[in-house]
């Protein structure tokens, strides 16, 4: 990881406090904090190129309409959501969860939450993201399996 000065959470039980205790934040699958924040700190569409207005990220917030859900499987299933950047060839080398805070200004084609005024929380280790797959694994049948379909223009059904 880039940048060492910010804390790494290491458990997921860590995330899930501090999901529970605090404002709103965001997981973003990066280079980092330092990568994203010198110039625009802005996303792109990687479809048009167009600049979005803030960084693309994945809300942690824990929806009311998924009170009954244990939060230890919220925060897992939202983690999981964008792991596939981490594994993607077509995307840029070295990407990282790390978590945020910042002022959400619309939505990407993806109806991903855009953040500005960005401010970094802490690095997820992968330690986290591990224990994050398999609280979700377990999920099957329960909750349904976490499928994302490979990218348009790669020779697979989209």
């Known amino acids: 990881m ?12 860590q995330l899930v406090e501090l999901i529970e205790q605090g404002p709103p934040v965001f997981v973003r699958w ?8 010198e110039g625009s700190a802005a996303s792109r569409d990687g479809l048009t190129g167009t600049k979005l207005p803030g960084l693309s990220a994945n809300p942690l917030v824990f929806e009311e309409w998924a009170k009954d859900l244990p939060t230890t499987l919220w925060v ?5 959501d964008y792991i596939h950047l981490r594994d993607d060839d077509q995307g840029p080398a070295d990407v990282h969860p790390w978590v945020l805070k910042g002022e959400e200004s619309g939505r990407g ?3 991903e939450p855009l953040v500005r005024d960005v401010e970094p929380v802490a690095w997820i280790a992968e ?4 224990e ?4 979700v694994a377990r999920q099957r049948g329960e909750w349904g399996p976490l ?3 490979a990218r348009f223009g790669r020779g697979e059904k989209g």
């Open 2 to 13: 880039p940048d060492q000065t910010l804390p790494t959470y290491t458990t997921l039980h």
């Open 30 to 37: 990066s280079r980092g904090p330092q990568a994203d924040l």
């Open 76 to 80: 897992a299933r939202r983690l999981c």
């Open 109 to 111: 084609p993806d109806n």
């Open 127 to 130: 330690s986290v993201i591990a």
């Open 132 to 135: 994050a797959e398999d609280v």
């Open 147 to 149: 499928h994302r379909p």
